[in-house]
């Protein structure tokens, strides 16, 4: 049984190739084009035919069909979506029907219930003759009509994978066909645009070709995307648009894809054309499209000369400028800024921000701050601070002031979409590595903020502890495992007791304390900011300290839980005198 129906869809498959096929080809043969062409071939067909055909040069009696056949084609094969469906399912929409022939043939029909199905219609008819009337040549189970209107027939394999198996048999592609298995998906794959998303990674295969825009990507691919484009408005009758097509082709292929380049055809575009308030007359229109100061994108026009160069240095100069351009003396203040952002630094050679960090700074825009550094080579002291051998290096610093060195050597600077994605990845990681740094600083703040959690005091959480925006610290410093204990036992214990200031309780969410012990032993420089002799011969302390203000306070005698609550709420009350710090404190 099985068998018969095999033989019954192969004489199916015969009566209905030779429609399908033609159903295929024909948007194709309406631009005079092969089904592999590339979109720079569909478009200079296409411009080269609606300047033929169009009504207002051709006053033929079929100008205006052929114009509008023309135009139908070109919307169809000039989008990557449409095309992909065509190629695939004889129609834009990607429904699973084909249907071959046209005035004057005989017509078939070819209906899937389904991608999972195991059904199918089929129903062949001949257009309408002399007399008016349409008569149908059909194949029937039930010598019914359908709701066409004409006769069918409809086969059903029983819930098994024959249909499946058929499909692969006859069009070798099976699961494992063309990338989606598809069993009618075009051997040569999608012939649309570049590929969506960031960067066009064929570079290495293909030349970076002017992208044909419609409302739909120009908003996926365009708006607010971080990226620059090179925009050309035009419509069929613009003067020069063939010639400024050849210049854009030379530009797109000279940014090799940094740059994106798209053209606009505002006879089919009309509605994304009013959006942007752009209509080319006589001549096309060049915009180029990118990020600004407030973060948004905008489209400014450039009226210079169609050439190369010129239009080339116009898009350079309207890259993105998000990259902050310090010198030497920033570079500590730089590192020791607290940001929930991550940083990246970069050491250049170069007297102006390089356009690939331009680039990457609109790129990541709001979500990665950007600077920059002139430095002459490796030997500048700013290249030993980072331990750099090369330059140009790309420095990467976390929340919590953790540095890293991202890349170093030569090569990286230069424009490309591949060197973009290379460094891409990297501030990646880095966003990744600074949320884990930020998630693991969130836990650790809200167990200081747990009453009786004390921390020892280091570099890495200077800023958290005790940073400029903290209104009083409070160090229990030591220098034996006995001091040690001792401080932190009595600021866990006043930690956790309700301290007043001027006879009120003390508001802790409003002008927090900051508890943490010191050790003396590790932190030498640091207690030298607060005394010459760095607190030689005492074991067991209290400072406190006023970031804000550079002042602090030392109490040096017996030291219990009720002396330290004492002298806290002495400071508090501002009973206790405080003197300026000898120099910032530096943890090592």
Same mark, same amino acid.
């Not at 070109?74 to 065509?86: P, Q, V």
């Not at 035009?234 to 648009?241: D, I, T, V």
């Not at 300290?545 to 550079?550: E, F, L, Q, T, V």
């Given at each position: 049984m099985r068998r018969s129906?095999?033989? /019954?869809? /192969? /004489?199916?498959?015969?009566?209905?190739? %030779?429609?399908?096929?033609?159903?295929?080809?024909? #948007?194709y043969k309406t631009l005079g084009v092969d089904?592999?062409?590339?979109? =720079?071939?569909?478009?200079k067909a296409f411009h080269k035919l609606s300047l033929k055909y169009h009504p207002d040069k051709n006053k033929s009696k079929n100008a205006q069909a052929k114009f509008s056949e023309i135009n139908n084609a070109?919307?169809?094969?000039?989008? *990557? *979506?449409?095309?992909? @469906?065509?190629d695939m399912y004889g129609d834009e929409q990607g429904n699973s029907r084909f249907e071959g022939g046209g005035p004057g043939y005989g017509s078939s029909h070819f209906n899937f219930g389904g991608p999972n199905s195991e059904h199918f219609t089929f129903r062949q008819g001949k257009s309408q003759g002399r007399s008016g009337r349409e008569s149908f040549q059909h194949f029937t189970s039930s010598f019914q009509e359908d709701s066409t209107g004409s006769n069918s027939f409809t086969f059903n394999f029983g819930g098994s994978s024959f249909m499946g198996d058929f499909a692969s048999n006859f069009f070798g592609s099976g699961k494992s066909g063309q990338g989606n298995g598809n069993p009618f998906a075009s051997s040569s794959g999608s012939q649309g645009g570049a590929k969506s998303g960031f960067w066009n990674n064929q570079a290495s295969q293909h030349s970076y070709q002017i992208q044909v825009l419609d409302a739909k990507n120009f908003k996926q691919k365009v708006t607010d995307q971080g990226l620059t484009w090179l925009l050309m408005f035009?419509?069929?009758?613009?003067?020069?648009?063939?010639?400024l097509e050849g210049t854009l082709d030379q530009i797109a292929n000279s940014f090799q894809g940094v740059v994106k380049v798209g053209s606009i055809n505002c006879q089919i575009q009309q509605k994304l054309c009013k959006d942007q308030n752009v209509w080319p007359q006589k001549t096309p229109k060049l915009y180029v499209y990118s990020i600004r100061s407030n973060g948004k994108g905008s489209m400014i026009e450039y009226t210079g000369e169609w050439n190369v160069k010129d239009v080339k240095n116009y898009c350079l100069d309207l890259l993105p400028r998000f990259s902050k351009r310090i010198d030497s003396n920033d570079i500590n203040d730089l590192l020791k800024a607290s940001h929930k952002l991550p940083r990246v630094l970069l050491l250049t050679t170069k007297k102006q921000t390089p356009a690939i960090w331009r680039v990457l700074s609109g790129l990541y825009y709001n979500r990665v701050l950007f600077y920059d550094v002139e430095v002459a080579d490796a030997s500048h002291p700013i290249a030993r601070k980072f331990a750099v051998k090369a330059l140009p290096a790309m420095i990467g610093i976390l929340s919590n002031g953790e540095v890293l060195v991202l890349a170093s050597g030569s090569g990286f600077e230069k424009l490309g979409s591949q060197k973009v *994605?290379?460094?891409?990845?990297?501030?990646?990681? #880095?966003?990744?590595?600074?949320?884990?740094? %930020?998630?693991?600083?969130?836990? %650790?703040?809200? @167990?200081q903020g747990a009453k009786g959690y004390i921390s020892t005091l280091t570099k890495e959480n200077e800023d958290m502890l005790c940073g400029e925006d903290t209104p009083l610290c409070m160090f229990g410093v030591f220098r034996s495992s006995k001091g040690k204990e001792k401080v932190k036992t009595i600021l866990k214990a006043v930690s956790q007791k309700t301290l007043t200031r001027g006879g009120k309780q003390f508001d802790e969410v409003k002008d927090p304390i900051s508890y943490s012990i010191v050790d003396a032993a590790k932190q030498k420089a640091f207690l030298l900011a607060f005394d010459k002799a760095g607190f030689k011969g005492m074991d067991a302390f209290l400072v406190a300290?006023?970031? =804000?203000?550079?002042r %602090?306070?030392?109490? *040096?005698g017996p030291l219990t839980i009720e002396h330290a609550e004492m002298f806290i709420s002495g400071v508090l009350n501002g009973d206790v005198q405080f003197t300026k710090v000898l120099r910032k404190p530096e943890l090592s």
């Open positions: 129906f095999a033989v /019954l869809g /192969l /004489l199916i498959f015969v009566l209905i190739t %030779s429609p399908l096929s033609e159903a295929k080809e024909d #948007l089904k592999n062409a590339s979109q =720079r071939d569909i478009q070109y919307e169809i094969l000039s989008d *990557e *979506e449409k095309r992909k @469906n065509y035009y419509s069929p009758l613009s003067k020069g648009y063939q010639e *994605e290379e460094l891409g990845k990297l501030i990646e990681n #880095l966003k990744r590595r600074n949320l884990e740094v %930020s998630d693991s600083k969130t836990n %650790s703040q809200s @167990n300290y006023k970031p =804000r203000k550079g %602090s306070a030392i109490h *040096e």
